[in-house]
Protein backbone atom coordinates (compact mmCIF):
# COMPACT_ATOMS: atom_id res chain seq x y z
CA UNK A 1 0.00 0.00 0.00
CA UNK A 2 1.27 3.39 -1.38
CA UNK A 3 1.31 6.26 0.66
CA UNK A 4 0.27 7.76 -2.36
CA UNK A 5 -2.19 5.38 -3.17
CA UNK A 6 -5.34 7.37 -3.51
CA UNK A 7 -7.37 3.98 -3.38
CA UNK A 8 -5.67 3.41 0.23
CA UNK A 9 -6.57 7.22 1.50
CA UNK A 10 -10.21 6.37 0.99
CA UNK A 11 -9.99 2.71 2.20
CA UNK A 12 -8.70 4.58 5.43
CA UNK A 13 -11.44 7.13 5.35
CA UNK A 14 -14.19 4.93 6.01
CA UNK A 15 -16.04 5.12 9.25
CA UNK A 16 -15.63 2.92 12.02
CA UNK A 17 -17.92 2.87 15.35
CA UNK A 18 -16.00 3.84 18.48
CA UNK A 19 -16.80 3.76 21.94
CA UNK A 20 -14.88 6.52 24.39
CA UNK A 21 -13.75 4.80 27.73
CA UNK A 22 -12.32 8.42 29.46
CA UNK A 23 -13.84 11.62 29.42
CA UNK A 24 -12.46 13.56 26.76
CA UNK A 25 -12.63 17.69 27.60
CA UNK A 26 -12.89 19.56 24.65
CA UNK A 27 -13.69 16.65 22.23
CA UNK A 28 -17.15 17.38 22.28
CA UNK A 29 -17.68 18.70 18.77
CA UNK A 30 -17.25 14.89 17.79
CA UNK A 31 -20.77 14.31 19.10
CA UNK A 32 -21.96 17.59 17.79
CA UNK A 33 -21.72 19.01 21.28
CA UNK A 34 -18.94 21.82 20.30
CA UNK A 35 -17.27 23.05 23.38
CA UNK A 36 -18.62 20.10 26.02
CA UNK A 37 -16.54 17.13 27.63
CA UNK A 38 -16.54 13.65 25.72
CA UNK A 39 -18.47 11.86 27.97
CA UNK A 40 -16.96 8.16 28.41
CA UNK A 41 -19.07 5.60 26.90
CA UNK A 42 -20.40 7.81 23.84
CA UNK A 43 -20.53 5.85 20.53
CA UNK A 44 -18.66 7.75 17.31
CA UNK A 45 -18.12 6.78 14.21
CA UNK A 46 -14.55 7.88 12.98
CA UNK A 47 -12.60 7.60 10.21
CA UNK A 48 -10.66 4.45 10.48
CA UNK A 49 -6.89 5.75 10.25
CA UNK A 50 -7.66 7.66 13.78
CA UNK A 51 -9.90 5.14 15.38
CA UNK A 52 -6.83 2.78 14.90
CA UNK A 53 -4.54 5.55 16.50
CA UNK A 54 -6.77 6.07 19.25
CA UNK A 55 -7.53 2.37 19.88
CA UNK A 56 -3.77 0.99 19.54
CA UNK A 57 -1.69 3.89 21.62
CA UNK A 58 -2.52 3.56 25.05
CA UNK A 59 -1.66 6.30 27.24
CA UNK A 60 -0.44 6.59 30.81
CA UNK A 61 -3.12 4.33 32.21
CA UNK A 62 -3.38 0.50 31.01
CA UNK A 63 -6.80 1.73 29.81
CA UNK A 64 -7.28 2.13 25.98
CA UNK A 65 -8.82 5.51 25.26
CA UNK A 66 -11.26 4.07 22.79
CA UNK A 67 -12.86 0.48 22.39
CA UNK A 68 -13.34 -0.38 18.24
CA UNK A 69 -16.33 -1.91 16.93
CA UNK A 70 -17.15 -3.94 13.60
CA UNK A 71 -18.01 -1.76 10.72
CA UNK A 72 -21.81 -2.05 9.78
CA UNK A 73 -20.64 -3.18 6.26
CA UNK A 74 -19.36 -5.89 8.28
CA UNK A 75 -21.73 -6.83 10.68
CA UNK A 76 -22.92 -10.35 11.07
CA UNK A 77 -26.32 -9.80 8.82
CA UNK A 78 -24.27 -8.88 6.41
CA UNK A 79 -21.37 -12.19 6.59
CA UNK A 80 -24.73 -13.91 6.39
CA UNK A 81 -25.97 -12.63 3.34
CA UNK A 82 -23.03 -13.02 1.77
CA UNK A 83 -22.72 -16.77 2.83
CA UNK A 84 -26.29 -17.09 1.24
CA UNK A 85 -25.51 -15.87 -1.77
CA UNK A 86 -22.29 -13.89 -2.43
CA UNK A 87 -23.38 -12.56 -6.14
CA UNK A 88 -26.71 -10.78 -4.79
CA UNK A 89 -25.48 -8.71 -2.12
CA UNK A 90 -24.77 -4.96 -3.01
CA UNK A 91 -21.05 -4.29 -1.81
CA UNK A 92 -20.96 -0.80 -3.23
CA UNK A 93 -23.62 0.17 -1.02
CA UNK A 94 -22.07 -1.36 2.27
CA UNK A 95 -18.81 0.44 1.49
CA UNK A 96 -17.23 1.91 -1.42
CA UNK A 97 -14.09 -0.33 -0.60
CA UNK A 98 -15.54 -2.95 1.00
CA UNK A 99 -12.61 -5.56 0.71
CA UNK A 100 -9.87 -2.90 1.69
CA UNK A 101 -12.05 -2.19 4.75
CA UNK A 102 -12.07 -5.82 5.29
CA UNK A 103 -8.19 -6.08 4.74
CA UNK A 104 -7.78 -3.34 7.22
CA UNK A 105 -10.04 -4.32 9.66
CA UNK A 106 -9.18 -8.14 9.45
CA UNK A 107 -5.65 -6.36 10.75
CA UNK A 108 -7.17 -5.54 14.05
CA UNK A 109 -9.44 -8.09 14.92
CA UNK A 110 -8.92 -11.78 14.91
CA UNK A 111 -12.18 -12.55 13.10
CA UNK A 112 -11.82 -16.10 11.47
CA UNK A 113 -14.92 -16.60 9.81
CA UNK A 114 -14.93 -13.15 8.25
CA UNK A 115 -11.83 -13.39 6.42
CA UNK A 116 -13.23 -17.45 5.20
CA UNK A 117 -16.47 -15.45 3.92
CA UNK A 118 -14.98 -12.49 2.21
CA UNK A 119 -12.27 -14.64 0.49
CA UNK A 120 -15.03 -16.83 -0.40
CA UNK A 121 -17.14 -13.58 -1.65
CA UNK A 122 -14.58 -12.60 -3.86
CA UNK A 123 -13.72 -16.01 -5.80
CA UNK A 124 -17.26 -16.06 -6.43
CA UNK A 125 -18.05 -12.63 -7.32
CA UNK A 126 -14.25 -12.69 -9.29
CA UNK A 127 -15.66 -15.86 -11.64
CA UNK A 128 -19.16 -13.53 -12.22
CA UNK A 129 -17.29 -10.53 -13.11
CA UNK A 130 -15.16 -12.22 -15.68
CA UNK A 131 -17.91 -13.52 -16.99
CA UNK A 132 -19.56 -10.26 -17.24
CA UNK A 133 -16.53 -8.52 -18.46
CA UNK A 134 -15.56 -10.71 -21.65
CA UNK A 135 -19.51 -10.42 -22.52
CA UNK A 136 -19.79 -6.47 -22.62
CA UNK A 137 -19.60 -4.73 -25.35
CA UNK A 138 -17.50 -1.58 -26.18
CA UNK A 139 -19.36 1.57 -25.46
CA UNK A 140 -19.21 4.28 -27.45
CA UNK A 141 -16.23 6.34 -25.48
CA UNK A 142 -14.21 3.26 -25.35
CA UNK A 143 -15.25 1.68 -22.27
CA UNK A 144 -17.45 -1.04 -21.37
CA UNK A 145 -21.09 -1.42 -22.25
CA UNK A 146 -23.30 -3.91 -20.89
CA UNK A 147 -26.51 -4.91 -21.65
CA UNK A 148 -29.22 -6.80 -19.80
CA UNK A 149 -28.94 -8.22 -16.45
CA UNK A 150 -25.66 -7.90 -15.68
CA UNK A 151 -26.37 -4.10 -14.70
CA UNK A 152 -27.70 -4.66 -11.63
CA UNK A 153 -24.71 -6.85 -10.75
CA UNK A 154 -22.15 -4.49 -11.79
CA UNK A 155 -23.33 -1.57 -10.13
CA UNK A 156 -23.15 -3.69 -7.15
CA UNK A 157 -19.05 -4.09 -7.49
CA UNK A 158 -16.82 -2.37 -4.79
CA UNK A 159 -14.02 -0.25 -6.13
CA UNK A 160 -11.75 -3.44 -6.45
CA UNK A 161 -13.86 -5.30 -8.01
CA UNK A 162 -13.90 -2.48 -10.61
CA UNK A 163 -10.65 -2.53 -11.20
CA UNK A 164 -11.01 -6.56 -11.95
CA UNK A 165 -13.28 -5.63 -14.19
CA UNK A 166 -11.78 -3.12 -15.92
CA UNK A 167 -8.57 -5.02 -15.88
CA UNK A 168 -10.58 -8.62 -17.58
CA UNK A 169 -12.38 -6.57 -20.44
CA UNK A 170 -9.32 -4.62 -21.39
CA UNK A 171 -7.52 -7.60 -22.11
CA UNK A 172 -10.35 -9.20 -23.78
CA UNK A 173 -10.80 -5.98 -25.93
CA UNK A 174 -7.29 -6.29 -26.94
CA UNK A 175 -7.76 -9.71 -27.97
CA UNK A 176 -10.67 -8.80 -29.91
CA UNK A 177 -9.29 -6.05 -31.56
CA UNK A 178 -6.05 -7.70 -32.82
CA UNK A 179 -8.39 -10.46 -34.14
CA UNK A 180 -10.40 -8.29 -36.00
CA UNK A 181 -7.25 -6.15 -37.29
CA UNK A 182 -6.13 -9.52 -38.49
CA UNK A 183 -9.66 -9.29 -40.48
CA UNK A 184 -8.57 -6.39 -42.09
CA UNK A 185 -5.08 -6.31 -43.49
CA UNK B 1 4.28 4.58 -14.36
CA UNK B 2 6.23 5.09 -17.42
CA UNK B 3 4.51 3.21 -19.82
CA UNK B 4 1.07 2.78 -20.08
CA UNK B 5 0.80 -0.95 -21.27
CA UNK B 6 -0.36 -3.16 -18.10
CA UNK B 7 2.27 -5.71 -17.24
CA UNK B 8 2.54 -8.73 -19.97
CA UNK B 9 2.80 -8.86 -23.09
CA UNK B 10 0.22 -7.59 -25.81
CA UNK B 11 -1.84 -9.93 -28.20
CA UNK B 12 0.32 -8.00 -30.72
CA UNK B 13 3.60 -8.93 -29.08
CA UNK B 14 2.67 -12.60 -28.62
CA UNK B 15 1.78 -12.76 -32.51
CA UNK B 16 5.15 -11.21 -33.05
CA UNK B 17 6.72 -14.17 -30.58
CA UNK B 18 4.60 -16.52 -32.52
CA UNK B 19 6.25 -15.78 -35.92
CA UNK B 20 9.37 -17.42 -34.97
CA UNK B 21 7.52 -20.72 -35.36
CA UNK B 22 9.36 -23.23 -37.88
CA UNK B 23 6.54 -23.67 -40.43
CA UNK B 24 6.42 -26.33 -43.44
CA UNK B 25 6.28 -24.77 -46.96
CA UNK B 26 6.17 -26.23 -50.52
CA UNK B 27 8.61 -23.74 -52.57
CA UNK B 28 7.55 -22.97 -55.96
CA UNK B 29 10.63 -20.82 -57.24
CA UNK B 30 13.93 -22.12 -56.36
CA UNK B 31 15.87 -20.08 -52.99
CA UNK B 32 19.14 -20.47 -52.23
CA UNK B 33 20.08 -20.54 -48.73
CA UNK B 34 19.25 -17.40 -46.68
CA UNK B 35 22.12 -16.65 -44.24
CA UNK B 36 19.93 -15.32 -40.82
CA UNK B 37 20.79 -14.79 -37.57
CA UNK B 38 18.81 -17.71 -36.56
CA UNK B 39 21.31 -19.60 -39.08
CA UNK B 40 21.03 -20.90 -42.69
CA UNK B 41 17.56 -21.53 -44.33
CA UNK B 42 17.25 -24.47 -46.45
CA UNK B 43 17.78 -24.19 -50.03
CA UNK B 44 14.27 -24.08 -51.14
CA UNK B 45 13.88 -26.84 -54.54
CA UNK B 46 10.26 -27.05 -55.72
CA UNK B 47 8.66 -29.61 -55.15
CA UNK B 48 11.00 -30.60 -51.94
CA UNK B 49 9.10 -29.87 -48.57
CA UNK B 50 11.22 -27.16 -46.28
CA UNK B 51 10.92 -25.69 -43.08
CA UNK B 52 11.39 -22.04 -42.48
CA UNK B 53 10.28 -19.81 -39.86
CA UNK B 54 6.80 -18.02 -39.91
CA UNK B 55 7.52 -14.56 -41.09
CA UNK B 56 9.90 -15.97 -43.96
CA UNK B 57 6.97 -18.16 -44.91
CA UNK B 58 4.48 -15.48 -44.92
CA UNK B 59 6.90 -13.56 -46.90
CA UNK B 60 7.33 -15.54 -49.51
CA UNK B 61 3.58 -16.68 -49.63
CA UNK B 62 2.86 -13.02 -49.97
CA UNK B 63 4.82 -13.11 -52.79
CA UNK B 64 3.50 -16.26 -54.40
CA UNK B 65 7.26 -17.97 -53.86
CA UNK B 66 5.71 -20.76 -52.03
CA UNK B 67 2.70 -22.38 -50.10
CA UNK B 68 2.34 -23.05 -46.70
CA UNK B 69 1.37 -26.56 -45.47
CA UNK B 70 -1.03 -25.79 -42.11
CA UNK B 71 0.17 -28.08 -39.21
CA UNK B 72 -1.57 -31.44 -38.49
CA UNK B 73 -3.14 -30.10 -35.53
CA UNK B 74 -4.88 -27.54 -37.54
CA UNK B 75 -6.77 -29.55 -39.56
CA UNK B 76 -10.89 -29.98 -39.12
CA UNK B 77 -10.54 -33.30 -38.02
CA UNK B 78 -7.43 -32.82 -35.12
CA UNK B 79 -9.76 -29.70 -34.00
CA UNK B 80 -12.77 -31.60 -33.86
CA UNK B 81 -11.02 -34.21 -31.89
CA UNK B 82 -9.55 -31.69 -29.36
CA UNK B 83 -12.33 -30.09 -28.96
CA UNK B 84 -14.40 -32.95 -28.23
CA UNK B 85 -11.19 -33.81 -25.65
CA UNK B 86 -12.11 -30.64 -24.01
CA UNK B 87 -15.60 -30.70 -23.44
CA UNK B 88 -16.12 -34.15 -23.03
CA UNK B 89 -13.39 -36.72 -21.80
CA UNK B 90 -11.94 -33.70 -19.42
CA UNK B 91 -14.71 -30.41 -18.92
CA UNK B 92 -12.39 -29.55 -16.38
CA UNK B 93 -8.75 -29.50 -17.36
CA UNK B 94 -6.76 -28.22 -20.40
CA UNK B 95 -6.11 -30.36 -23.12
CA UNK B 96 -2.65 -31.57 -22.76
CA UNK B 97 0.53 -30.13 -24.85
CA UNK B 98 2.49 -31.81 -27.38
CA UNK B 99 5.41 -33.98 -26.00
CA UNK B 100 8.48 -32.84 -25.48
CA UNK B 101 10.46 -34.52 -28.56
CA UNK B 102 13.61 -35.31 -26.27
CA UNK B 103 12.68 -37.62 -23.83
CA UNK B 104 13.02 -35.54 -20.32
CA UNK B 105 14.48 -38.16 -18.13
CA UNK B 106 15.88 -37.68 -14.81
CA UNK B 107 19.26 -37.30 -15.71
CA UNK B 108 19.80 -33.45 -16.80
CA UNK B 109 20.28 -32.52 -20.54
CA UNK B 110 20.47 -29.45 -22.20
CA UNK B 111 17.47 -30.39 -24.29
CA UNK B 112 15.39 -30.28 -21.37
CA UNK B 113 14.48 -26.48 -21.37
CA UNK B 114 13.89 -25.92 -25.11
CA UNK B 115 10.64 -24.62 -25.24
CA UNK B 116 8.95 -23.10 -27.78
CA UNK B 117 9.75 -21.39 -30.58
CA UNK B 118 12.92 -23.39 -30.37
CA UNK B 119 11.09 -26.26 -30.87
CA UNK B 120 9.04 -27.10 -33.54
CA UNK B 121 5.44 -27.88 -33.20
CA UNK B 122 3.54 -27.01 -35.89
CA UNK B 123 5.59 -28.36 -38.74
CA UNK B 124 4.21 -31.20 -41.18
CA UNK B 125 5.23 -34.11 -39.02
CA UNK B 126 4.27 -32.61 -35.53
CA UNK B 127 1.18 -34.37 -33.02
CA UNK B 128 -2.17 -34.13 -34.51
CA UNK B 129 -3.97 -34.02 -31.26
CA UNK B 130 -2.11 -31.33 -29.73
CA UNK B 131 -2.69 -28.13 -29.45
CA UNK B 132 1.40 -26.39 -29.21
CA UNK B 133 1.87 -23.38 -27.17
CA UNK B 134 1.55 -20.44 -30.32
CA UNK B 135 -2.35 -22.03 -31.28
CA UNK B 136 -4.48 -19.80 -31.16
CA UNK B 137 -2.08 -16.67 -32.52
CA UNK B 138 -0.71 -19.55 -35.27
CA UNK B 139 -4.24 -20.44 -36.23
CA UNK B 140 -5.03 -17.17 -36.55
CA UNK B 141 -2.30 -15.47 -39.06
CA UNK B 142 -2.64 -18.69 -41.11
CA UNK B 143 -5.92 -18.20 -41.45
CA UNK B 144 -5.50 -14.82 -42.64
CA UNK B 145 -2.59 -15.04 -44.56
CA UNK B 146 -3.43 -18.25 -46.48
CA UNK B 147 -6.68 -19.44 -46.09
CA UNK B 148 -6.59 -20.93 -49.40
CA UNK B 149 -4.25 -23.48 -48.36
CA UNK B 150 -6.17 -24.63 -45.25
CA UNK B 151 -8.44 -27.06 -46.14
CA UNK B 152 -12.31 -25.96 -44.83
CA UNK B 153 -11.22 -22.59 -43.61
CA UNK B 154 -14.53 -21.26 -42.12
CA UNK B 155 -15.41 -24.82 -40.48
CA UNK B 156 -11.74 -24.00 -38.71
CA UNK B 157 -11.80 -20.50 -38.33
CA UNK B 158 -15.40 -21.77 -35.98
CA UNK B 159 -13.43 -24.57 -34.49
CA UNK B 160 -10.74 -22.24 -32.96
CA UNK B 161 -13.22 -19.70 -31.57
CA UNK B 162 -15.45 -22.81 -30.29
CA UNK B 163 -11.77 -23.84 -28.50
CA UNK B 164 -10.69 -20.69 -27.26
CA UNK B 165 -14.74 -20.14 -25.62
CA UNK B 166 -13.90 -23.40 -23.63
CA UNK B 167 -10.92 -22.63 -22.70
CA UNK B 168 -11.19 -19.37 -21.70
CA UNK B 169 -14.38 -20.70 -19.46
CA UNK B 170 -12.34 -22.85 -18.07
CA UNK B 171 -9.24 -20.03 -17.00
CA UNK B 172 -11.88 -17.95 -15.18
CA UNK B 173 -13.67 -20.85 -13.77
CA UNK B 174 -10.27 -21.97 -12.34
CA UNK B 175 -10.35 -18.24 -9.77
CA UNK B 176 -13.30 -19.84 -8.23
CA UNK B 177 -10.47 -22.67 -5.79
CA UNK B 178 -7.88 -19.80 -5.16
CA UNK B 179 -6.64 -19.83 -1.91
CA UNK B 180 -4.29 -17.62 -0.27
CA UNK B 181 -2.20 -20.63 0.02
CA UNK B 182 -1.34 -20.58 -3.87
CA UNK B 183 -3.59 -23.18 -4.57
CA UNK B 184 -6.30 -22.86 -8.11
CA UNK B 185 -5.32 -22.42 -11.61
CA UNK B 186 -3.66 -25.78 -10.28
CA UNK B 187 -1.99 -26.61 -13.69
CA UNK B 188 -1.46 -24.17 -16.38
CA UNK B 189 -0.03 -27.01 -18.48
CA UNK B 190 -1.37 -27.02 -22.00
CA UNK B 191 -2.15 -23.52 -22.07
CA UNK B 192 -1.46 -20.98 -24.78
CA UNK B 193 0.63 -17.89 -24.97
CA UNK B 194 -2.17 -16.18 -25.70
CA UNK B 195 -4.24 -17.12 -23.43
CA UNK B 196 -2.02 -16.33 -20.18
CA UNK B 197 -1.83 -12.89 -22.19
CA UNK B 198 -5.42 -12.72 -22.35
CA UNK B 199 -6.07 -14.27 -18.75
CA UNK B 200 -2.65 -12.41 -16.75
CA UNK B 201 -5.08 -9.24 -15.85
CA UNK B 202 -7.70 -10.86 -14.46
CA UNK B 203 -6.10 -13.56 -12.55
CA UNK B 204 -3.42 -11.04 -11.38
CA UNK B 205 -5.89 -9.54 -10.20
CA UNK B 206 -7.91 -11.86 -8.56
CA UNK B 207 -4.66 -13.48 -6.48
CA UNK B 208 -3.75 -10.27 -5.53
CA UNK B 209 -7.26 -9.27 -3.60
CA UNK B 210 -7.16 -12.84 -2.16
CA UNK B 211 -3.47 -12.46 -0.77
CA UNK B 212 -4.64 -9.08 0.82
CA UNK B 213 -7.75 -10.43 2.41
CA UNK B 214 -5.73 -13.44 3.23
CA UNK B 215 -2.97 -11.43 4.75
CA UNK B 216 -3.59 -11.73 8.41
CA UNK B 217 -4.91 -15.56 8.30
CA UNK B 218 -0.88 -15.94 6.87
CA UNK B 219 0.64 -14.34 8.95
CA UNK B 220 -1.26 -15.94 11.55
CA UNK B 221 -0.35 -19.25 9.80
CA UNK B 222 3.04 -18.29 9.84
CA UNK B 223 3.36 -17.38 13.32
CA UNK B 224 2.38 -20.73 14.65
CA UNK B 225 5.02 -22.54 12.30
CA UNK B 226 7.51 -20.35 13.17
CA UNK B 227 6.71 -21.18 16.89
CA UNK B 228 6.33 -24.97 16.24
CA UNK B 229 9.42 -25.67 14.31
CA UNK B 230 11.58 -23.21 12.65
CA UNK B 231 12.85 -26.03 9.19
CA UNK B 232 9.44 -26.17 8.10
CA UNK B 233 8.04 -22.80 7.62
CA UNK B 234 12.04 -22.03 5.36
CA UNK B 235 10.65 -25.51 3.61
CA UNK B 236 7.89 -23.96 2.86
CA UNK B 237 8.93 -20.38 1.48
CA UNK B 238 10.98 -22.41 -1.00
CA UNK B 239 8.19 -23.96 -2.42
CA UNK B 240 5.70 -21.02 -2.68
CA UNK B 241 8.67 -19.01 -4.60
Known sequence: ?185 | MALPLPPGLTPMEVAFFCEMEMITVVPRQRLESLELLGGPTPVLKPPQRANLPLWLALLLKRQRRANILPPPWLLPTSLERILRYETETSPNAFSPPPPHPYAVTARQAPTDTISPPFLPSSTDDAPPDCLPYHWLELGEILLEACSDDITDPGHVRTLLRDLREVRMAKMRASTKDFDAEGGGVNSLVGVGAMEVAEGRQFILGVMDGLRKLGASKEAARREQEAGGEGGDLSEDDEMEM
Not at chain 1, 3 to 14: G, K, W
Not at chain 1, 17 to 32: A, H, I, K, R, S
Not at chain 1, 121 to 144: K, M
Request: glycine share 8%; with cysteine.
Open chain 1, 1 to 185: MSYYDVDAILTDAQKVPCTFELDVPGLGFLDNNAGHTLREGTRVELPLWLSEMLAVSSGSTSKNLVTLGLPPALAPRVMNALKADPKSVDLRALAQHFYGLGARILELFDEKEICEVLMQTFRTRAAEIADHANNAGVGSRGGAAVVGDGVEFLRGLDEDERALFRAAHDSAKAMKVWMGEMKKN
